[in-house]
């Protein structure tokens, strides 16, 4: 059901698999529910990732502990770093995406130019071969479909995306393409980093995907751009 990467007493580390909310959906036990019944010990949400995105989570297991978080969280000092596949090529390779989020159709967001409270997502794509583009993604801000609806305003929505994405690219795919990759932060005076490669999506296992992420594999140390 999980992949539990680290525990110690004050919280858990754990990839939330695809399709699965972190809370209860139409009458389905959530995610966090679920781990909580499955490690006999009451958890704390202090983040959440979409139903259709799979990846690293924290969950606290005090009160006390998630406020610490959603602190860190709210000053942005938890780093976080998502990959993404695209059947479209953006109009540039990187860059940084802001703008306000408005409401839209069918449960959905969209990118307006104001920016009395922006969403901010920066973004390096490389070619994935085959008329595909990877994305690393580096959400500042932390809003409701974010990192969706940025890649969508540059004209590259992600594979898989049941909002977002159109035509082959929402109809044909096994999963929504995007994945809380790595994260990084300093709790307690000590700093912890975490990454866990996706295991879900025909895309994301081909050897060819995964020899993509060398280059990234500290995306702590790359020059993000600022425009």
């Known amino acids: 059901m999980y992949t539990l990467l680290f525990e110690n007493q004050d919280f858990i580390i754990v990839c939330k698999p695809v399709s699965i909310s972190v809370h209860c ?15 006999q010990t009451k958890l704390f949400v202090v983040h959440r990732l979409d139903k259709v995105t799979s990846g690293l989570m924290i969950f ?23 990959l993404a596949l695209s059947d479209k090529k953006p109009r540039k390779k990187q860059g940084t995406i802001k703008g306000d989020m408005q409401k839209s159709r069918r449960s959905g967001w969209r990118l307006v130019n104001s920016a009395n409270n922006p969403a901010i997502s920066r973004f390096m794509s490389i070619s994935a071969g085959a008329g595909k583009r990877l994305f ?19 004209g590259a929505a992600i594979i898989g995306d049941p909002i977002y994405a159109t035509g082959i690219a929402k109809l044909a795919a096994d999963r929504c393409y995007l994945h809380a990759w790595q994260l990084s932060f300093n709790f307690a005076d000590k700093e912890y980093d975490f990454r866990s490669d996706p295991t879900e999506g025909a895309l994301f296992l081909n050897p060819q995907f995964l020899a993509l992420l060398a280059p990234w594999s500290d995306p702590g140390s790359i020059k993000w751009s600022k425009a």
């Open 25 to 39: 959906d139409d009458q389905i036990t959530g995610f966090a529910a679920q781990l909580s019944r499955q490690m």
């Open 60 to 82: 606290a297991k005090s009160s006390s502990v998630a406020a610490q978080f959603g602190a860190m969280f709210e000053a942005h000092l938890v780093a976080k770093y998502y």
């Open 136 to 154: 690393l993604l580096k959400p500042e801000t932390g809003k409701t479909h974010q990192l969706r609806v940025a890649l969508k305003s540059i």
